[in-house]
C-alpha cells in the first residue's frame, strides 16, 4: 500500500537535546513538507522540498533543520534552538510543488512531541 | 499576505441533516481547493477538490465554488456522528507552490 509513513508517533524530547522526526513516503511524489500544528492554529509550514537536495523554509523554520538526499525521504530535526517544541508535527506530500500545480496534499499519520 | 477564512465553529447539526461549511480567501488568483477532514487526534484526510466554479458532487459530499465571490463551500448530506470532525480548507494560488491552509471549522453531528 503506497502512503505516507512518519515515526515515531510520540516522542519526548529533553532540555537542550535535538531530536529527528522520520518521515518516508512510497508515492513516488517529488514534494515532501514539514506542518507542525498547535491547538486552535491551524498548520504552519517549517520546511518544504520540490526536489532531491534541495528545501526552502516556510513561515516558521528557526529552530528545525531538514535534508532531502533521497526522493523518498525527509527528515526533520528539532533542534535545542527551538524553545517551544510541544506540538503535533505533520509531514506531507504531492507529485509536484511546482507553480500552477494542483496537486493535491497527502498527510502521514504525525508524530506527537512533548518536553519532558 | 493571502488568508483562507473559516467560521471556528462548532457547527452542531442534527443527525440526518444537511451540514454546510463555508470558507473565504483573499487571494483572487486562486486556483486550486481542497477539503480535509481531520479527526481529533488525527492528521487531516483529503476528501474533496475543486477547481472550476460550480459544484462537485463524490457520495454525500458535494463542493461549491464561486470565484467571483472568492468562496469555497462544502455540504455533506445525510450527516452521520462519524461526520464529527474538523474540516480544513486549503487554497493554492497559480504562482504558489505552497497551499494555505484555514484554521478549520469544528463540526458535530448529534443522534
Known amino acids: 500500500d503506497g502512503g505516507i509513513t512518519q515515526s515515531p508517533k510520540y516522542l519526548f524530547r529533553k532540555e537542550g537535546q535535538n531530536v529527528t522526526l522520520s518521515c518516508e513516503q512510497n508515492?513516488?511524489?517529488?514534494?515532501m513538507y514539514w506542518y507542525r500544528q498547535d491547538p486552535g492554529q491551524g498548520l504552519r509550514l517549517i520546511y518544504y522540498s520540490q526536489i532531491v537536495n534541495d528545501f526552502q523554509k516556510g513561515d516558521i523554520a528557526e529552530g528545525y533543520s531538514v535534508s532531502r538526499e533521497k526522493k523518498e525521504s525527509f527528515p526533520l530535526t528539532v533542534t535545542s534552538a527551538q524553545k517551544n517544541p510541544t506540538a503535533f508535527y505533520l509531514c506531507?506530500?504531492?507529485?509536484?510543488?511546482?507553480?500552477?500545480?494542483?496537486?493535491?496534499?497527502?498527510f502521514g499519520d504525525g508524530t506527537r512531541l512533548s518536553i519532558l | 499576505q493571502k488568508e483562507v477564512e473559516q467560521n471556528s465553529g462548532p457547527l452542531s447539526v442534527p443527525e440526518g441533516a444537511i451540514a454546510s461549511l463555508n470558507c473565504t480567501y483573499s487571494d483572487r488568483g486562486s486556483q486550486s481547493f481542497f477539503w480535509y477532514r481531520q479527526y481529533s487526534g488525527k492528521s487531516p484526510e483529503l476528501i474533496m477538490f475543486i477547481y472550476s466554479n460550480g459544484d462537485k458532487e463524490d457520495g454525500r459530499f458535494t463542493a461549491q465554488l464561486n470565484k467571483a465571490s472568492q468562496y469555497v463551500s462544502l455540504l455533506i448530506r445525510d450527516s452521520q456522528p462519524s461526520d464529527s470532525a474538523t474540516y480544513l480548507c486549503a487554497v493554492k494560488s497559480g504562482g504558489s507552490y505552497i497551499p494555505t491552509f484555514g484554521r478549520g471549522t469544528s463540526l458535530i453531528v448529534h443522534p
Open positions: 506531507a506530500s504531492s507529485m509536484s510543488a511546482r507553480t500552477g500545480s494542483n496537486q493535491p496534499q497527502h
Open positions: 508515492l513516488n511524489h517529488d514534494a
